[in-house]
């Protein structure tokens, strides 16, 4: 008689061994192998089989009847091993050869991302209530793994088969929640792939969330019932971005971790941040600028040079942030520099106002299409992005890429060397925005909503003209 496939995805079922299982565990150092492996010896959810195999028949022969191998035997039988391969080997061969379980292979997947915290990418969002206002106090969701997981699964039931699994961070502040994302039918039979492992970091005391980015319709069903599972019958939440990503968990949670909310304490507040040994005493607003000049003036007058005082400027910009080796470093900063320039010959190199050929065809002819219009013209409007030549003022398309193993450090680095003004840095440059991702306007970095705004066509009222968004 068949063996009947079970219907649910649960935590007992097994995957059988394969080659892709295999290298699944070989990912793994031998010292977090053999961390797993002693787990999975002495807890049930994992139990081996211990009961003897062919090889057995043939050492003690036929005249004797084989006995089970005990949990004190097949310790000391993977401590003699001395390689990944043979411990790996020896797990499909004896102890497990009937294949893992989804429990034992979640636990694959998050020691390795313990052991290589930079290996995933993840984004920053924020929950919401449903009227719009950010929650605080005792109107943070009060987050429970299990709670939480076993709503998910309800939510998305019809449509996904979902095995969670979560662990408490050993050294941060969050709950990390594993969701293995399936198709309803047939249940797996081999490891899943990487876009349908979702991630999900929960800090504590924090309206913020921490996800991996995942690209699936698996993963954006997943993404879509999380607000579902975490609001309650008196409380409903939704989830926006906060146009930060990263690529530890580390450098999220000193932005955006326990009850930080928008104030990320970034830049040059970082000292305020700072709690025991080394914290700043005294109100922040009692800082005032002569106070700093007057410190600069002391670092120059006792022989340190221009070096000392660019250090010293540097310390006042980032503060106790932006550090070699701190752990909390951005990979990547990106922005959109939309700065507004009046039209004129006044200002320097905007369209052909130094240039003498600029706005000339190949014949030395003007083109008609970049005559610059003056500010006579009173139904032109500020700014077209349709139509740059034809608005009263200008507004450049300036990408801006930051990139390297810790950004805002390395800004520190080129302000200390002389490279970059310190003073008149912008704060997005420092970290103090608390974003890596934006649109740049007055030297911030706006707001979605505010940035949005910016990119809509103004309205066309002429005749046989629609308007276009």
Known sequence: ???????????????????????????????????????????????????????????????????????????????????????????????????????????????YLLDHPSSLKWTASELVLEEGRKPVGDKLPKFQPFVFCKALLEIMDPMVQCHPYYISHPTLPLTIVRLSLHDPYPLPTLPPPTNQIFYLAVPTSSPHLFFTPQ??????????????????????????????????????????GCERGDLAAGGGWSVFAVEGEGAVEGDPLEVSR???????????????????????????????????????????????LREVWPRGKEVPGVLGAVDGNAGKGRKGRPKKDTAPVTNADEDAPLVDENAPWKGKSWMPNVDVVLEGTHVFAGVRTLVEEGVFDGEKIPTWMTGEEGKSVGTVKGGTILKSAAAASIYEAPADTRRGRRKTS
């Open 1 to 111: 008689m068949a063996r009947r496939q079970p219907s649910k995805l649960t935590s007992h079922y097994k995957l059988p061994p394969s080659p892709q299982l295999t290298r699944y565990l070989l990912r793994l150092s031998k010292p977090s192998l053999e961390k797993l492996v002693f787990d999975w010896l002495r807890t049930p959810l994992c139990a081996p089989d211990l009961s003897p195999i062919d090889d057995d028949l043939l050492d003690v022969g036929y005249d004797e009847e084989p006995q089970e191998t005990t949990l004190e035997e097949a310790e000391e039988a993977y401590k003699s091993l001395t390689s990944r391969k043979e411990f790996v080997g020896r797990v499909f061969e004896r102890e497990w050869r009937g294949g893992l379980t989804m429990h034992q292979i979640a636990q694959v997947d998050m020691q």
């Open 215 to 256: 690209r699936s319709k698996l993963a954006d069903i997943c993404r879509k019932s999380l607000p579902i599972a975490l609001s309650s019958h008196h409380r409903r939440y939704d989830i926006i971005s906060t146009a930060l990503s990263a690529k530890t968990l580390e450098a999220l949670v000193a932005r955006k």
């Open 290 to 336: 002569p106070r700093k000049r007057r410190s600069l003036d002391a670092g120059m007058g006792n022989g340190g040079g221009e070096g000392k005082k660019r250090k010293l400027i540097a310390e006042e910009r980032f503060g106790k942030s932006a550090t070699v080796g701190d752990g909390s470093g951005l990979e990547r900063v990106e922005v959109k």
